[in-house]
């Protein structure tokens, strides 16, 4: 099958290094923070956050985003400084790290230039610049690849009855300004993200996963981020904890319609998604025994 991840470009420059994107990467999920709606508090310890680090490239992650601010609906918002102050340790993880990429998922611009001064090499940003009118001229100023989320509204108040004409045309105009503006900057390597679960409703999740390939038209490459949503949990009538098949059957159709980045916190099942991914393109990859 024949998707926008053919026609875009096949590498995303981190820290120097050329990554290829011809086969999709897992990018394993560290959240640094008490409240996150899955795994919240479990890696705000050092040690802790080294230990799940550890396993996730074990498993086979290539990248790991770590944030320290909590998107999840309804999230209390934080200063400034205690984001700053949860990400104290980060340059001793990317520092034990140096063969892993990592990025930073942050809103704010100065959270981000920190997350690169210390070893990240992505900014992964929810809000597209929304939040902060300074994060586009830092993401140029940084050379770096930058991940362009679609929401609508903030964190404490996108879930109150998101409406859309039509979620996926707006959609498209939303990122083609994003890109121009990026563009227009000098930025280069550009990730686009359709915010499942940001500011929309659970139809209009599954409209934008079934119309994704619409929004090829930018021949850019994309991340989904499907792991453990309530999109899952609400169709299922479960909760997070056994929303683990649900994910990795939405990651299957993320690969179909051609997602770059699988971004995840189960490394391991996801891996083997790839895999199998890859096998139904004739591209037989053999997952080595642990």
Not at 54 to 65: L, P, S, Y
Not at 177 to 187: A, F, H, P, S, T
Not at 202 to 228: H, K, Q, T
């Amino acid at each position: 099958m024949k998707t926008n991840s053919d026609k875009s470009s096949r590498t995303i420059n981190c820290s120097g290094k050329l990554v290829p994107l011809s086969t999709p990467h897992v990018m394993g999920i560290l959240n640094l923070t008490p409240d996150s709606f899955y795994d919240g508090g479990k890696y705000t310890q050092g040690k802790n956050a080294f230990f799940q680090t550890e396993k996730m490239v074990k498993e086979g992650a290539t990248f790991i985003d770590v944030g320290a601010y909590s998107s999840r609906p309804g999230a209390k918002h934080i200063s400034l400084e205690e984001e700053l102050a949860r990400l104290s340790g980060l340059s001793e993880l990317t520092k034990r790290f140096p063969e892993t990429h990592f990025s930073i998922d942050t809103f704010r611009s100065e959270v981000a230039r920190y997350g690169i001064e210390n070893g990240t090499c992505i900014i992964n940003d929810i809000s597209g610049g929304e939040l902060d009118s300074e994060m586009f001229e830092t993401v140029a100023q940084l050379k770096v690849p930058y991940i362009c989320m679609h929401m609508k509204g903030q964190p404490q108040t996108m879930q109150q009855n998101p409406t859309y004409t039509d979620v996926v045309s707006e959609m498209l105009l939303y990122f083609s300004e994003k890109v121009n503006k990026l563009r227009l900057l000098g930025v280069s390597d550009i990730i686009l993200d359709p915010g499942f679960g940001f500011g929309k409703s659970l139809e209009d999740n599954y409209e934008v996963l079934r119309r994704w390939p619409e929004i090829g038209v930018l021949e850019l490459p994309w991340l989904a981020g499907v792991s453990r949503k309530s999109m899952i949990n609400k169709v299922l009538n479960i909760k997070s904890l056994g929303s683990l098949n649900g994910t990795t059957a939405l990651n299957m159709i993320c690969l179909i319609n051609g997602a770059n980045f699988l971004r995840v916190h189960d490394v391991k099942e996801a891996v083997e998604t790839v895999s199998l991914f890859r096998a139904y393109q004739g591209e037989f990859s053999i997952i080595a025994n642990a």
